[in-house]
């Protein structure tokens, strides 16, 4: 029996029905069946029963949700009495970023929450790249991670919150400067730059290049890089559209028919932890307010 099994049936016996219980508590179904199993298996007990389409508690599981309610609320008072005299009442959040979202969409967001559910609240905020970020959450070294979507990540929770588009980036005197907009079949004997292919954003736009017959050199982390290069070459790159662009002059943003979602950055989080009521409060305010997708 752990923390988390009890705040699974706590909620579940609050709500009576798997599929909400599951959302509100940012874990998929199976995972909440699978605890709620485990918990009856180990108590020797049945806790719910089914009533229609919903579930209640048995006369068993009732007796042990007052318990549970008198047990977790006990330990969140400590909890709170403990971060009070640590000088961190309002809770701390600790936040794994991907560099491109720590200069707009990320401020923001903080910003919004502490202005409209707990000024309290103190951020932690931890730069690194996709596989940094993944490895922080499922470390536990971040409550909460903005980056590009893992795949095989079992354990951990995707949810998409915004989209970068994926433009052409060329020098003012590249002979495709002209242009406003161009198609990827257009660009067919242009030496082009783009991520490294071990990035989940080199491996997006690798697909969209093969799709296409065209060749790039994959060898940039990031759009400073990227942006450098333009500047004093020849080449085109194919990169996201992000503010670290636009510290450089002289360069030229080249729409492409490559869809507006090909980019998408995600929220994640680790749904086999435990998370506080402030980090549950920060993810439920991002999804339901912060999200930007086209």
Avoid: W
């Avoid at 905020?125 to 922080?136: P, Y």
């Amino acid at each position: 029996m752990n923390l988390n099994q009890l705040y699974y049936f706590k909620k579940l016996a609050e709500l009576e029905h798997y599929t909400q219980a599951s959302r509100e508590l940012f874990i998929t179904q199976p995972s909440l069946s699978g605890s709620i199993s485990s918990l009856e298996e180990e108590l020797g007990i049945a806790l719910f029963q089914h009533h229609g389409r919903n579930i209640k508690l048995t006369k068993y599981g009732k007796g042990f949700y007052q318990y549970v309610c008198s047990a977790l609320t006990e330990l969140e008072k400590g909890i709170e009495k403990a971060r009070e005299k640590s000088g961190s009442y309002g809770g701390v959040i600790d936040l794994g970023c991907i560099p491109t979202l720590i200069g707009d969409f990320l401020p923001v967001a903080i910003n919004d929450y502490l202005k409209n559910v707990d000024s309290k609240t103190k951020f932690n905020i931890f730069q690194g790249m996709t596989l940094d970020v993944i490895e922080g959450i499922e470390s536990e070294k971040y409550d909460v991670g903005f980056c590009s979507y893992i795949e095989n990540k079992q354990n951990l929770e995707f949810h998409p919150i915004m989209a970068q588009e994926l433009i052409l980036l060329v020098n003012n005197n590249h002979p495709l400067a002209e242009k406003d907009s161009i198609c990827l079949k257009e660009l067919s004997g242009y030496p082009l730059i783009t991520y490294r292919q071990s990035l989940p954003i080199g491996k997006t736009i690798s697909k969209y290049l093969k799709t296409n017959h065209l060749k790039a050199l994959y060898a940039y982390d990031d759009e400073i890089s990227i942006g450098g290069v333009i500047s004093n070459t020849d080449n085109a790159a194919i990169t996201a559209k992000t503010p670290f662009l636009y510290q450089f002059s002289g360069l030229k943003i080249i729409k492409l028919d490559i869809p507006l979602d090909a980019r998408l950055i995600y929220m994640v989080y680790n749904k086999d932890s435990y998370h506080t009521l402030h980090v549950n409060a920060f993810i439920s305010y991002v999804l339901e307010n912060e999200c930007n997708l086209p």
